[in-house]
Each structure stands twice: as C-alpha cells, then as structure tokens.
C-alpha cells in the first residue's frame, strides 16, 4: 500500500522527467510533443578489435549522440563480458582496446560520459532489484540467449540468462529515453520497455520507458566472404571482416575479395547477398542511399566496385586507425578518462537507485530518518 504522501510525490516526480524529455511545442497550429533534450545510453562490449559492422552500426551513431544526448551515455560493459567463457587477464586490456577505439572514433569525454561498467555498482544493486520485475518466462525466450546457450554445451551460465537484466538496469539506472544499439539488440530493448512499465505500475512512477533507436543504413553488415551472416569477431576466417584499425593495404584487399554473386550487375538482390551487402556498405560509409550506389555503378561490373568500396572504406577508417595507435599506448590516460566518467555516471545513477529503493521498501522507511 502506498501512502497518500508517497503517491503525491511519485506522480510529481513522474511528471519532471516527462517535462524534461518532451517539451510541448506549436507545430503547423498544432500542439505536438516533440523530443527536446534527451538522455542517451548505450553499451558497448569488450570484445577486442571492433570492426566494419561495430563501426558503422554503433560507434558511429555514438559519436553523433554526442551533440544531441543530455547527456549522452557510453559504458563499456565489462560486466556482461563475464557471461560466456573469457580470459580475465586480457579483460582489462579489451576494455582499454574499446575505450581508446571509441576516443579515436571521435568521442570527446567533455561531451559525452564514457565508462566502465563495473565502476559503478549501481548497475549490478539495479540488476538484482529489477529481477523482482523481470518475467522468468521472458528471459527464456530471449533470442541472444537461446543461441548463445544452445552454442555453449560446457557451461551455460546463469550470468548468461540475467545478461539482458543487467542491460536493462544500465539503461534504467539513467533514465535515458535513447538506445542507440544494432538489429539484433531489438528484442533487449523491448524488454527493458516491458520491465520499465511493470516496475511502475507494482511501484509507482519511478523509471523512465526508452525507446531503441536502430540506424536505418549500416545496422546490419554482414561478413565478406559469409554475406549470409553479419561481420562479427567470430567469423570463421579473417578476410570476411575488416577491422577498424586494419592497415589501408589490407582494407584493398578484403574488399577486393569479397565474395561477389553470379552475374555482374551491382544491384540489391534477395540472391545477391554479396553484392547486396557492398552496396549498403558503401551507402552506409557515404551516408547515401543504396538507390544511387546502384545508380553510379550500374554497367560497371564488379571489379570496379569492390575497389571503390575498398577505397572509400580505407579513407573513412584511416583517421580513426592513426589516432588509435596514439591513444592506445598511454593506459594511464584511458583509465584517467573512464574514472572521471565514472564518476559523472555514478552522480546520475545513484538518484535513480535511492529512488528506486524507496519505491521497492528497501532500506530504512523514509520517515524514520528525520
Ligand atoms: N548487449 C549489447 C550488445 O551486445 C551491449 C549492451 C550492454 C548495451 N548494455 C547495454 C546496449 C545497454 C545498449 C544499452 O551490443
């Protein structure tokens, strides 16, 4: 039962965050809501070297965030990395692999809040504290969790089930009404939607309902000499993926290999998944339609265009491998800027936690405090 009190002070607080998220405004006569400052989060894995797809799926995406998010969220989660078999010797290193990655990709810690997962332990005391509002049955149903388990016949770990738990408190934890993520997280995303709305109808209005934002070009590449799966870190052989810190020569190459279709019309084709993928590539590299690759190509076979391709990606990468290679070096520097982000994180999420504990009854009753 919630008091009188309570509820009063609850549907306040409600209406301040929807305030802060959506600003009426006159539009055409008409009284619209429209977004006016919004809260980004996303988080990124520690897996290594990030790639094509990682790039213009995701980090891309980050660093445009940057000029719209209030603030915008970047977290590098450690955390989930321990959810499938990993090397805890190399964990720290992959984290600061990702985090100089994301600062060479152009994402300025003045702007934005870059940090580490495990910094901030609000994710984790969330995580177990939202799993009161988590449906068992709905985990189970979770794609990435049916594939991941079904691939793993040593161990499937628990921590694998409540992966999508924990994501849902990185983002609730802040509040954040975006999610920039890739396709394949979609389901994720709805669930912390489903979670966020449960949590306030048991509890009252306390967290915020995000919304996914999916780019529409470059949310799916997929893998070069595989063009029926997506470019991931566990491609079967290197040449089907290029990495963001790939040298310019190699870059030529991969492309040039990559597996092409039967006919030699550069054009999207349910049966062209190779040359279909080249295409969105180079549309997403150029921010373009696929319409006018196919345009500017047609006639033109596919030697042609793989170079172009090869060139095109090499040049936008470039500037983001040479930057690479002066940050990664000075570890210092990497851990000095995820602590200060750490610590920008922590003053947001630890608003939301008290909130959150009040409205669940955890901890000390509120009156008998003064
Ligand atoms: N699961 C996401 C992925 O694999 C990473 C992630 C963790 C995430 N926490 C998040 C993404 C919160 C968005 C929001 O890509």
Redesign the pocket.
């Known amino acids: 039962m919630l008091h009188q009190y309570d509820r009063r002070a609850r549907s306040q607080r409600a209406r301040r965050y929807a305030r802060r998220s959506y600003a009426p405004a006159h539009a055409g006569g008409l009284l619209r809501t429209i977004p006016a400052r919004v809260r980004i ?5 520690p897996t290594g070297r990030k790639h094509l797809g990682n790039y213009l799926g ?1 980090i891309r995406q980050y660093v445009e965030g940057q000029d719209r998010g209030d603030p915008a969220i970047y ?1 590098i ?1 450690d955390l ?1 990395a321990t959810s499938v078999a990993y090397d805890p010797r190399a964990l720290p290193d992959y984290v600061y692999d990702t985090t100089a990655m994301l600062l060479a990709a152009g994402l300025e810690p003045e702007r934005c809040v870059l940090f580490r997962q495990s910094d901030v332990r609000e994710h984790t005391e969330l995580c177990w504290l939202l799993s009161a509002v988590a449906a068992y049955g709905d985990l189970t149903r979770m794609h990435q969790f049916k594939d991941k388990s079904e691939r793993d016949r040593e161990l499937v770990r628990t921590s694998l089930f409540l ?1 999508p738990v ?2 849902v408190a ?2 609730l934890a802040y509040r954040a009404h975006e ?1 920039p ?2 396709e ?2 979609r389901q ?2 709805e669930l912390m939607r489903d979670i966020a709305l449960r949590f306030n109808a048991t509890f009252g209005e306390t967290l915020v309902v995000p919304e996914h934002r999916i780019p529409a070009l470059g949310a799916r590449i997929m893998d070069l000499q595989q063009p029926d799966r997506k470019m991931s870190t566990t491609a079967s052989e290197q040449r089907g993926l290029v990495y963001i810190d790939d040298e310019q020569r190699a870059i030529h190459k991969k492309l040039k290999s990559a597996v092409t279709d039967s006919g030699s019309e550069v054009r999207r084709a349910p049966d062209k998944p190779g040359v279909s993928n080249l295409i969105d590539v180079l549309a997403a590299v150029r921010g373009a339609a696929p319409e006018t690759i196919e345009e500017e190509f047609a006639g033109g076979g596919y030697g042609a265009f793989k170079t172009a391709v090869g060139e095109e990606v090499a040049e936008l990468l470039r500037p983001v491998r040479e930057r690479y290679a002066e940050l990664r070096p000075d570890e210092a520097a990497l851990e000095q800027a995820l602590a200060a982000g750490a610590q920008r994180a922590r003053a947001i999420a630890s608003h939301t936690l008290a909130d959150v504990r009040t409205a669940m009854g955890i901890g000390p009753r509120a009156s008998s405090l003064h």
């Open positions: 989060f996303s988080g990124i894995q995701a977290c989660v989930h992966y924990l994501m990185d983002v999610v993520v890739g394949d997280q994720h995303v």
